[in-house]
């Protein structure tokens, strides 16, 4: 974990917010390559769950929300989280991370310094509260939403409405959301403002339990897709006395995160939501060809993009030693790594090299995620690309000017190949198509 957080830090990824004023607790900046990659993230989850299905359709609701919308939900009932004080050494936890190691439901020693002399137990709001408007009165207040389900429940009607869709039907939306955490921690595993991806899909009642099971099915295959390991992933049940207050049941898909006691850490949930929040919001669907009126069954998907990013990093990290040095290899899927080719000039003080090497830049430059390098030594532009996660480099030489051919490097194996230029467009396509 330490390795991840030094070269996420290194190589732009991943930076502390406002580090130069001793940063916010839970609270991270994504640098340049960052950013990237968590952008091609939200572009393959948008295509796979609204592109390329009839079925689903997309939405971005507000991130301020009125209280009656979280008071109908169940926010302002169940969001908060009980907390205690170790009075020896002053940490601060929520109570439920110290039930854990207790099967008597009593507090464990402080994890932290190992005392058990605890203050009283109290309870914290999960949600952050502002004001909108002149006012700063009750009138006035807003929250930062906790989740961006509500944003999509709201609007269920007006989707309807509009989008002429029938059940089974999803509504899919990314989006920041904002949670008082008390103990954030473990890098970006868990913030205070992060991003969610989740997808709303209304099914008849009768009907949920058969696509809950199609959802987790399809959701752990998408991971696999990406290029994550099978033996870090695995599914887990959720137990009853667990269970979020709308849910009939939910089943998490587990990353195998190196820091967590038990080896396994929530990746993602999918919760079969039952018909509670249209109930709540007092929201019916017209069934037009059976002439019914009833309240849709929910299941939903649900994830954090940084935990994606998270599992991303841990994943694809490799180290092998070359020589006398530790070389790091982030092996990221070609349609998620920020750069996907970088083109280098053999020799920086060529100018033929260097405009040739331009010129299949700027080639490839529209069609693919293009870096260009021509900093020091050519191992040392190798090494860099790795570091980042590029799978592919391509070295303009003198041989490029007689024959029109370059050498490609391959990330994961470092086999160099030869090919034509004019080779180079129907190679990389097929090599970074769905």
Request: with cysteine.
């Amino acid at each position: 974990m330490d390795k991840i957080e030094s070269l996420a830090k290194r190589r732009g990824f991943i930076f502390k917010s406002s580090e130069i004023y001793g940063g916010l607790a839970g609270i991270w900046d994504y640098g340049p390559l960052g950013t990237a990659l968590k952008n091609n993230i939200k572009r393959e989850w948008w295509r796979l769950v609204v592109e390329e299905r009839d079925d689903v359709v997309g939405l971005d609701s507000t991130i301020l929300t009125p209280p009656p919308v979280l008071k109908a939900s169940g926010h302002a009932e169940h969001f908060f989280d009980l907390m205690v004080d170790c009075k020896k050494c002053r940490s601060r936890f929520k109570v439920e991370d110290l039930y854990k190691n207790s099967a008597k439901k009593e507090l464990d020693k402080c994890l932290n310094c190992g005392a058990n002399n605890w203050g009283v137990i109290g309870r914290m709001g999960g949600m952050f509260k502002t004001y909108i408007g002149t006012g700063e009165d009750e009138d006035s207040v807003v929250y930062l939403r906790p989740e961006t389900a509500q944003g999509i429940f709201v609007n269920f009607k007006n989707v309807i409405d509009t989008m002429r869709v029938k059940i089974p039907f999803g509504i899919a939306q990314i989006g920041r959301v904002f949670r008082n955490e008390v103990t954030p921690g473990n890098f970006i595993f868990r913030q205070r403002e992060f991003e969610m991806m989740e997808v709303e899909y209304f099914v008849k009642p009768g009907t949920d339990e058969k696509w809950h099971e199609q959802w987790v099915e399809d959701r752990f295959q998408w991971y696999l897709n990406l290029g994550i390991q099978k033996k870090n992933l695995k599914v887990a049940d959720i137990p009853q006395k667990d269970l979020a207050h709308y849910s009939k049941r939910t089943q998490e898909i587990h990353y195998a995160y190196t820091f967590m006691p038990a080896g396994w850490g929530e990746l993602e949930g999918i919760a079969n939501r039952t018909d509670y929040d249209l109930k709540a919001h007092h929201l019916k669907y017209y069934d037009d060809e059976n002439k019914k009126t009833y309240i849709p069954y929910v299941i939903e998907p649900s994830v954090g993009v940084d935990r994606i990013v998270l599992a991303l990093l841990l994943d694809a990290y490799h180290e092998e030693k070359e020589k006398e040095e530790r070389r790091i290899i982030l092996k990221l899927h070609p349609r998620l790594a920020p750069y996907q080719i970088a083109v280098f000039p053999l020799l920086a003080n060529k100018q033929n090299l260097i405009s040739k090497a331009r010129e299949v830049y700027q080639l490839l430059r529209p069609r693919f995620r293009t870096s260009w390098d021509d900093r020091g030594n050519i191992g040392k532009r190798y090494f860099s690309q790795d570091e980042i996660g590029t799978p592919w480099c391509i070295t303009i030489d003198f041989q490029t000017i007689e024959d029109g051919t370059v050498t490609v490097r391959d990330r994961d194996t470092k086999k160099q190949e030869r090919f034509k230029i004019s080779e180079l467009i129907n190679r990389f396509t097929q090599k970074c198509s769905p």
